[in-house]
């Protein structure tokens, strides 16, 4: 999220700074990367619960998903509308 906003990619807000209480972060992940991804934290999923963009299957808070080698390659799709 903070390489996003820093690189003002379109649609990632990241209001809160990344401590999962906005929503405005919010990507979809592919199914088939779920075992590279770390599990929901009730955080998280509270918050999933409160996008503005459908939630989903893979539907992640790019905040909680801290770039490392295991992440390389990734794609996440940004929702149409964040707030």
Request: proline share 5%; charged share 25%; glycine share 10%.
């Amino acid at each position: 999220m903070k390489g996003a906003v820093g690189s003002n990619v379109p649609g990632i807000i990241g209001q809160c700074g990344g401590n999962a209480m906005c929503a405005t972060c919010h990507v979809y992940t592919s199914p088939d990367d779920a075992t590279r991804l770390p599990e929901v934290s009730e955080d998280e999923d509270e918050m999933l619960d409160s996008t503005a963009g459908e939630r989903r299957e893979g539907s992640r808070l790019s905040c909680q998903l801290v770039s490392c080698s295991a992440l390389e390659g990734l794609t996440v799709i940004v929702p149409e509308e964040q707030l």
